[in-house]
T-cell receptor, first 114, second 111 residues
Framework: DAGVTQSPTHLIKTRGQHVTLRCSPISGHKSVSWYQQVLGQGPQFIFQYYEKEERGRGNFPDRFSARQFPNYSSELNVNALLLGDSALYLC?????????????FGPGTRLTVL | RKEVEQDPGPFNVPEGATVAFNCTYSNSASQSFFWYRQDCRKEPKLLMSVYSSGNEDGRFTAQLNRASQYISLLIRDSKLSDSATYLCVVNTNTNAGKSTFGDGTTLTVKP
């Protein structure tokens, strides 16, 4: 079975632009979470979606938004990019909502903002 | 103070050594605990869940002390392939799908 897939793998943008990152969860998984990982730090939680509804939001500005589609894939949107948004963006899926479930991560999208 | 704190590392050990990583968490409502492994420029991958009774998977042993809010990972007979960053992860089951990660401890196993 295919794992979590993300696209694109790498992206270079300039300040002020917007970006859309995409994620397809493991087949049968209904929960998708997004994380930002800055170099040298652990992943930081951005959003979690389950059954197309937002279930959790981390401490990120409103420039960050996300949604989940009927097929459980998800998009993360970031507007008005800042240099500090440069990071690895990770998508994780799990079968259901709930912290006891293992999360499986995709390979990430590496975003560079110039 | 971070919600999940880990030994800063890095740990540089010879092959065959035993190494232990520690992790503390501040949220007493935390219910689920994991160790993930992350190779350079790759995604985190689950190494093992951590149970109250402690659990072992081959050369890896994880322990949880709820009273002290402390988690540990022991690696015996280190292999070169164990070189990676080890991330401590804590979940509160009410925060569905939100995992709180430590910043990781980097291990380098040398020949």
């Amino acid at each position: 079975d295919a794992g979590v897939t993300q696209s694109p793998t790498h992206l270079i943008k300039t300040r002020g632009q917007h970006v859309t990152l995409r994620c397809s969860p493991i087949s049968g998984h209904k929960s998708v979470s997004w994380y930002q990982q800055v170099l040298g730090q652990g992943p930081q939680f951005i959003f979690q979606y389950y059954e197309k509804e937002e279930r959790g939001r981390g401490n990120f500005p409103d420039r960050f938004s996300a949604r989940q589609f009927p097929n459980y894939s998800s998009e993360l949107n970031v507007n008005a990019l800042l240099l500090g948004d440069s990071a690895l963006y990770l998508c994780a899926s799990s079968p259901r909502s709930g912290g006891a479930y293992t999360q499986y991560f995709g390979p990430g999208t590496r975003l560079t903002v110039l | 103070r971070k919600e999940v704190e880990q030994d800063p590392g890095p740990f540089n050990v010879p092959e065959g050594a035993t190494v232990a990583f520690n992790c503390t968490y501040s949220n007493s409502a935390s219910q689920s605990f994991f160790w993930y492994r992350q190779d350079c420029r790759k995604e985190p991958k689950l190494l093992m869940s951590v149970y109250s009774s402690g659990n072992e998977d081959g050369r890896f042993t994880a322990q949880l002390n709820r009273a002290s809010q402390y988690i540990s990972l022991l690696i015996r007979d280190s292999k070169l392939s164990d070189s990676a960053t080890y991330l401590c992860v804590v979940n509160t089951n009410t925060n569905a799908g939100k995992s709180t990660f430590g910043d990781g401890t980097t291990l380098t196993v040398k020949p």
